[in-house]
């Protein structure tokens, strides 16, 4: 419903509704959204999405074969080569991908070898091919991903013990620390930067730390493709780019309308909920009695 329609929500009476359709669509925009039922009738979904007796289409003909890390797969043709690792159980690190939102191939981390191909390509944003031949791990691939890895970690000082998603949350772990964790890093070789950055804690319900920031765009993405809104973008260039709300405002200023879309696609505690911060303040035991 969201991915395909539009941007969802959910009513105590009425289940599912569609608030903000796609405009592809051509529906219009109310107060009271759109229930499952009306979506159907209006778009003409009941003959094929609502009829359970519908054989299922022979796809045997959508099947391709490739060879990743010198074993051979069946998979479907017209998606990308993370697409075929993951459903086949291989794991290639990223952090800039995320399923549900197009792929951008800037964090570099999912780069990996294509037989005849002078360049690395980034699995993200390639699509296999039959017969295309994949090597998603070795030793030069390694080095290249620590490198990165150090690169991030030099970026900006990524205090673990001051961060939100430094333990696992219901918004999910920090996946540059997991990361850094798997490829065993325990330090960067290169000269960190001490620069620090305002954190933008205007809105009443996310805090953004660019100093935890990595710049994968995910957060940009998720504002554009699943909010609809196109509140976030990049500032800058080069070392000083940021991500920014609005004409660079500050977030309760700008068109947010705080659905969260960024604070899930984030990877790293750059956007967090404020309500899953903790703020200490004095207290005192009290004994309470319960029957």
């Given at each position: 419903m969201v991915k395909t329609l539009g941007v969802g929500n959910f009513s105590m009476d009425r289940g599912p509704i569609l608030t903000a359709p796609f405009e592809w669509t051509e529906l219009e925009q109310n107060d009271q959204g759109y229930s499952f039922p009306e979506v159907a009738e209006k778009l003409n979904l009941y003959p094929t999405f609502f009829d359970r007796?519908?054989?299922a289409p022979d796809s045997t003909d959508d099947l391709i074969h490739i060879t990743i890390n010198q074993k051979e797969y069946q998979v479907k043709k017209d998606i990308t080569i993370m697409?075929?690792?993951?459903?086949?159980?291989?794991?290639?690190?990223?952090?800039?991908?995320?399923s549900d939102l197009t792929p951008d191939a800037n964090c570099r981390l999912c780069l990996v070898k294509v037989k005849g191909e002078q360049e690395l390509a980034p699995a993200c944003g390639t699509t296999v091919k039959d017969g295309i031949e994949i090597t998603t791990e070795d030793d030069e691939l390694n080095h290249n991903r620590k490198i990165l890895l150090e690169l991030q970690m030099a970026s900006h000082e990524h205090n673990c013990l001051t961060c939100h998603k430094g333990n696992p949350c219901i918004a999910g772990s920090c996946e540059l620390q997991e990361l850094i964790r798997e490829f065993d890093i325990k330090e960067s070789r290169y000269e960190q930067?001490?620069?620090?950055h305002p954190i933008d804690n205007t809105s009443p319900v996310l805090s953004y730390d660019p100093n935890k920031c990595i710049l994968c765009g995910r957060c940009v993405r998720a504002c554009r493709e699943i909010a609809c809104q196109n509140n976030l973008g990049f500032i800058n260039r080069g070392a000083d780019t940021l991500v920014a709300a609005g004409a660079?405002?500050?977030f309760d200023q700008s068109?947010?309308?705080?659905c969260l879309a960024c604070i899930f696609a984030c990877p790293t505690g750059a956007m967090t909920e404020k309500i899953a911060h903790y703020e200490g303040e004095d207290w005192e035991e009290k004994l309470i009695f319960q029957s």
């Open positions: 007796n519908e054989a697409q075929a690792c993951e459903q086949n159980g291989i794991k290639i690190p990223h952090l800039c991908h995320e930067n001490k620069e620090k660079n405002k500050d068109a947010c309308v705080t």
